[in-house]
């Protein structure tokens, strides 16, 4: 009855942690899938904005004549005569000189507009204006003979048009700055504090914003991107798009349901699993260790295979949907706004064309003519690097497809117009960045599932003996805070350093794209690294100098006394004092001029030396600060080594009359091995982990003497902001330290290493 309440305890226990586990899986995964079709709405924003740039840059190319002939205004005016509103010449003070034929408002020169014409650089200028409870496109332009040309054309319904045609989503104009706008017809009523707020965020970012908002229709969610004037100076609209979660909701609940059916057949199938693993037990108590680690194991297995299949295939599957959906848009929207450039031949050159295209969406964007590259923002060695890993044709002539740009995973659309080869990469690096988030979690709760099958198998083995659980949980419950404190701050980072070592990783850059072992390849062609690794080997020669030293004061103050309590505190004063504080000390003592060691030297007639200066002493200058500052706690360590040593072993070898020398060969320094061992370990490790004296001192130099592997490790991640480089060269360094360190135990001998195990 005992054992059937442990089994119920234990099936209550794993059941509650597994359904837990999912159901933060499941919310862990909507939550950032709904982040990440928000940023795809955000990127259809900016692409409108493109395209009203585009939009405002054909009309600047329409005014161009006027920039050479003032006199070219009725010709421009015949040109554009199908979308003007009204059409005025004003000499430079707002007088009006001409109408050509419009009825023109009288209050058009004290505009604000007016006024920046006036003192604009004498090139056309095209903004968006309300006008009789309508939107338009006004532009302007202040010729050389200071007269000033202003049209208000009627083409802005072709942007709200194109909009709902390429877009799927209506435009919502809201004309005016933050505190003062104009609602636009049907637009969903929102309070006018929710959008304020809103507005003034999209301006604070610089880039499109959202917020929730709740109508009779339910949930939705607006977003917004401000809009600027022809100055790029004053707030004079927002674009705002309103969508529904509704759009995603129904792969989001897809993305539930594969979860929750998981989570519940692999609960079953552990818990009867489980059973049956401990009728197996009742029956062969004596079942094999292996046997019985494979039937905890096989318990949890679906468990694990099916969170690993979300978090490395369906998940991320699920995401392309979205970005491939949202790229095909935007570059629909795009490769509109090249057509029209081609048609109208405008003085611009493609190279401007691209340059306001990445400004406002962050793509990349291609143009090749014949094969030549005819425009591009990205350089030729860049696109040089792009690797095409799939490619599909669609519909309108455009071919999809999947690349990478220096390791980085971007979607691309193709499309050739009027012999004009126009290419758009869309960097995938939020999609993967999300991705990313879910599988740091899904590693986890593996780690938590095969800890689980431990636990589990521990207590059905054990489970006649209630009090070994009891005890051995109690033993654990006390451990655990030690556990926990190892896990996050050695295990954790050491995990993590293994992953970065996989990938370029830099805080700076957004992208970390997973690069194989080119971070390893990179580190064997580095001269620099390699360098700094011998400069570190040569410095580690000063521990057996050190360590013979520390010997040496340890037999000393063992036979003092009392007077040693005193000489352990001074020697031990350099383990316990600021290294910063005591490397900066020792730059006054290696000082050339004014140092206290070229000051003694000199008493016996040795020049002065440029400790720190020069390439052959830099070097040797840090050694003598790692001999000083390791001699406190090696003393101590070799005193209770001695002071573990058994006096009957000195008084047998007096009677038989050993000498000194045979006595500390014979019988101090064999009986010393385990802590001579321990100490030239743990003294090696910390040379080559040296930073400090070669931080505040030399910074590498002169000439790379002093370049050591944990200085060069800490430059890469830190100054050249190379996180990735740099745990590679980390994890290099560990297998080295490792080597060592097995090579260290192999020479001492077994009996040496054995005392700590």
Sequence with gaps: MKHNKLLIGLFIFV????????????????????KYARENEASLLKSIKLNYLNLAADIDNALYPLVDDPQAAGSVVENLSDDIVFAALYDYDGKLLEDFGYSVPDDLPSSIFFENLTFSSGLPRAEISRFNDKLYIQAGILTLDDTVFVVLLNRFGDLLENTLEIYDRELLVYYGDENSFKTPAGAPEIDKATLGDLFRRTMNSQRPESAEIYSSNGELIINALAIYDSDNWDVISFFSTVTSPALWKRSIDSLAVFIWVSGIASLIFALFFLYIYFKKVQKDPKMKKSARFLYGLTAFLPAIVLVAIFSYSIYGESLIGISETVALKNSRGWFGDVERFLEVKSPESPSEFIDRSRETTGANFVMRQGGSLLASNLTQKRLSNLETI?????????????????DVLHTYMTREISGIEATVLYEET????????????AIGMILTLLVIAVV???????????????RTFIGYGFLMPALVHLIWWAVG???????????????????????GLENFIEIFGDFKFWNALKNTAVY???VPIGMFISLLLAIAVNKLGKLSIVLRVLYYLPVVTAGVATTIVWRWIFNRDFGVLNFILGLVGIKPIAWLESPQFALISMMIIGIWSAIGSQLLIFLAGLQGIPKDFYDAASVDGASKSKIFLKITLPLLKPTS????????????????PIYVLTQGGPLRSTDVVFYHIWQSAWVDMRMGYAAAQSWILFLLLAVLTFVEFKLFGKESWQAYF
Excluded: C, H
């Design 430 to 441: 939020s999609r993967e960045n999300t991705v990313l988030s879910i599988q740091f979690f």
């Design 540 to 542: 580690s020669i000063y």
């Design 493 to 515: 980072p050491m995990g993590f350093a293994l992953f970065l070592a996989f990938r370029r990783w830099s805080i700076v850059d957004a992208a970390k794209p997973f690069v």
């Design 390 to 406: 799939s490619s599909t044709a669609i519909e309108g002539g455009i071919v999809k497809g999947t690349a990478k740009l220096n």
């Design 15 to 34: 059941a509650l942690l597994m359904l837990s586990g999912f159901a933060i899986l499941n919310i862990y995964a909507a939550d950032g899938y709904s």
């Design 677 to 692: 061992l321990f100490v030239l370990v743990t003294s090696v490790i910390g040379s080559f982990q040296v930073f400090t």
């Design 456 to 470: 589990s198998g521990f207590i059905i083995n054990n489970i006649q003996s209630s009090i070994l659980i009891k």
